[in-house]
């Protein structure tokens, strides 16, 4: 897709909107796969309501992408254009134990600055790669913590009400990667409340969780983490590995060696690989052990 009339076009200089035309999603996600598309990044969030009404005038359907981490997007030339944050200068604005952090901000980053602050909590999420936005919306966790839980205030542009809204932490639900927020609402701004714990204490369970990771994930590879949630119970990693279903592949879309519920792109893979790859591993669980597995990545596919 891509937004090329000129009055939409004068229409987003004039909202301060950075064009990149013809930015291919591969670049943009961690699994490195993903069709072409208009990029526009938003430097201010209150042109956010305008720029919405300007690409719905043109009949321009749009996409909000967050860090890309966790994200299945489509081969091919891609039918709808992408909305992306651009990052502010500063990104984290710590007050007391209130951590004021743009959505656009290195989830990882976030939580080395806080660290430094002797903020500590979020030391499970070392190595989670995305934005802040992004673990939001799907309330990211591991190591027994998640986001979630250090909310306090959510700034957010709320498809819904075609406007920009303030949420305190008990308007939201937040459960396994799982949150109330709706599918087109976009994440802007958060502030977390975290607890005081000297650096070095912190530092000590940043390095057991990135040692946990490192011994575990395939670290070193293109995906997007896990693919399928665990379902209630049980996990799904557990049962591909039972079924043998390590390294199983569908062109270069692969299941990793490291762990079972990783798939990675191990060179030139397309979504159509990757797509059936999924659909065979789940296939093949539900035929096993009777469960259907739920996706954990966000699959964009026109
Ligand atoms: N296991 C296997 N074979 C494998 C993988 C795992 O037997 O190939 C076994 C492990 O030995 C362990 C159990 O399955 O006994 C659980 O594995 P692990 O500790 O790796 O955790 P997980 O349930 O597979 C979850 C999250 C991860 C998060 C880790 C650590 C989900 C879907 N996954 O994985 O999150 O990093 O716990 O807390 O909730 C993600 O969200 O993308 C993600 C990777």
Redesign the pocket.
């Known amino acids: 897709m891509r937004a090329e009339h000129p009055k939409l076009e004068a229409g987003l200089a004039a909202l301060g909107i950075d064009v990149r035309s013809g930015t291919s999603l591969s670049e943009l996600t961690s699994l490195g796969i993903g069709g072409t598309t208009d990029l526009l990044r938003i430097t201010k969030h209150d042109s956010i309501p305008e720029l919405i009404g300007l690409l719905e005038h043109h009949d321009i359907p749009y996409k909000f992408l967050g860090g890309g981490s ?1 994200l299945l997007v489509g081969d091919g030339e891609l039918p709808w254009v992408i909305l992306q944050l651009a990052k502010p200068d500063p990104e984290i604005v710590l007050e007391g134990n209130f951590a004021h952090v743009d959505a656009a901000a290195d989830l990882g980053r976030t939580v080395t600055f806080c660290a430094k602050h002797d903020l500590g909590g979020m030391e ?1 999420l070392i190595g ?1 790669p995305g934005t802040v936005g992004g673990a939001l919306r799907m309330n ?5 913590m998640q986001i979630g839980s250090y909310v306090r205030k959510v700034k957010l542009y709320r498809a819904a009400e075609r406007k920009i809204e303030i949420l305190s932490g008990e308007q939201i639900s937040f459960e ?2 799982h949150t109330s927020f709706g599918p087109d609402d976009m994440m802007l701004a958060v502030t977390l409340e975290l607890p005081s714990k000297p650096f070095k204490e912190i530092l000590q369970g940043i390095r057991i969780c990135n040692e ?2 490192r011994s ?2 395939p670290l070193g590879q293109k995906s ?3 693919i ?3 379902p209630p119970g049980a ?4 049962m ?3 079924l043998g279903l ?1 390294g199983l592949s569908v062109g270069d879309a692969k299941v ?1 060696d ?5 798939f990675v792109n191990a060179g030139q893979a397309s979504a159509k690989d990757m797509l059936a790859l999924i659909s065979d591993v789940r296939g093949r669980v539900e035929n096993a052990f009777g469960v259907k597995l739920e996706n ?1 990545v966000v699959v964009w596919n026109a």
Do not use: L, M, P, T
């Open positions: 966790n499970g989670v990211a966790g591991a190591y027994g396994y990667r946990k990771r575990s994930q997007a983490g896990c399928f949630k665990n996990s799904a990693g557990r591909i590995d039972e390590k990793s490291r762990h079972a519920n990783f954990e």
